[in-house]
């Protein structure tokens, strides 16, 4: 029996790293707004219903690690934080548009299989 494994499927795949790291809620929300324009810090958490201080701090740090933004600290007084998306995050929109569409399109079934699940007595 030949058993092959997607090189994917690997702790160490750079790609399921990328996922991890990179393809998470915050993220495709950071680079959407960032696809519009440079934004400081503080816009990005007012525009971003739900996000803790934390939880941004640790996705734009994960996503300039990645080369997806850049972090401009601007002469200000006080100091300013302005991020904007790189060459290589812009690369992203194509395929997150698509998954942004293919949610809008497909909302309805998605929530009908949730009220199926769980009105389900099985679980």
């Known amino acids: 029996?030949?058993?092959?494994?997607?090189?994917v499927f690997f702790a160490d795949c750079a790609a399921r790293s990328f996922?991890?790291?990179v393809a998470n809620k915050w993220s495709v929300m950071i680079l959407?707004?960032?696809?519009?324009?440079?934004?400081?810090?503080n816009e990005l958490r007012r525009r971003l219903e739900g996000i803790t201080?934390?939880?941004?701090?640790?996705?734009l740090r994960r996503l300039e690690r990645n080369g997806?933004?850049?972090?401009?600290?601007?002469?200000?007084?006080p100091v300013a934080v302005e991020y904007s998306i790189t060459e290589l995050g812009r690369t992203l929109q194509i395929p997150l548009?698509?998954?942004?569409?293919?949610?809008?399109?497909h909302l309805d079934a998605i929530e009908q299989a949730q009220q199926r699940y769980d009105g389900s007595a099985d679980r």
Request: aromatic share 8%; proline share 4%.
């Open 1 to 7: 029996m030949n058993c092959e494994v997607d090189a």
């Open 19 to 21: 996922f991890d790291q």
């Open 32 to 41: 959407t707004l960032l696809n519009e324009r440079p934004t400081r810090f």
């Open 53 to 59: 201080h934390k939880a941004l701090t640790q996705a």
């Open 68 to 77: 997806l933004i850049a972090r401009q600290v601007l002469p200000t007084s």
């Open 97 to 105: 548009g698509a998954a942004y569409d293919w949610a809008i399109r």
